[in-house]
């Protein structure tokens, strides 16, 4: 059995949140948009769509965002690419890390749609992302509306 204190009627929160970041927009400006679509059709609640330099930045705003109690979800979308050094897979932790870490202490679905691909500049991949995140718009607008109607 449920203890009260742990139930949360997410359905009747008002709004979804997309943080996007802003490096490789013209790919992940696709992932925004076909969330964006895809979740029109499957729940239709309006979505507040916030933006911030890098994906580093995303989990903070994930949090701010979360304490106000106004979401019912929150969708996490950037590109954290491997640039030849080791950095990339430190931000890629922390960014995963701190959305989890989130969740857990607001008790809001937060779902990550940051990705970090390897061999990103090889030829060709830049133009394969862009159509890869297409359907992982898709794919978090399923995810996202799937769970705001079960969890509660």
């Avoid at 895809?38 to 705003?61: C, N």
């Avoid at 701010?64 to 990339?88: K, M, P, Q, S």
């Avoid at 970090?116 to 898709?138: I, L, N, Y």
Wanted: glycine share 8%; aromatic share 12%.
């Amino acid at each position: 059995m449920k203890s009260n204190s742990m139930c949360f009627d997410f359905a009747t929160r008002g709004r979804v949140a997309f943080i996007q970041s802003c490096w490789h927009r013209e790919i992940v400006d696709k992932l925004r948009d076909s969330f964006l679509e895809t979740f029109s059709t499957l729940d239709g609640r309006p979505v507040d769509v916030f933006e911030v330099p890098g994906a580093f930045e995303i989990p903070l705003k994930a949090q701010f965002l979360a304490n106000t109690g106004e979401y019912a979800a929150i969708v996490a979308a950037g590109l954290v690419v491997d640039g030849g050094i080791y950095r990339h897979e430190f931000v890629a932790g922390a960014v995963i890390d701190g959305l989890m870490r989130t969740q857990l202490e607001t008790r809001t679905p937060i779902f990550s749609a940051v990705l970090t691909p390897h061999d990103f500049r090889s030829a060709g991949q830049p133009e394969f992302f862009a159509k890869h995140f297409v359907s992982k718009g898709m794919e978090a607008a399923q995810a996202c509306a799937s769970t705001i109607a079960v969890v509660n």
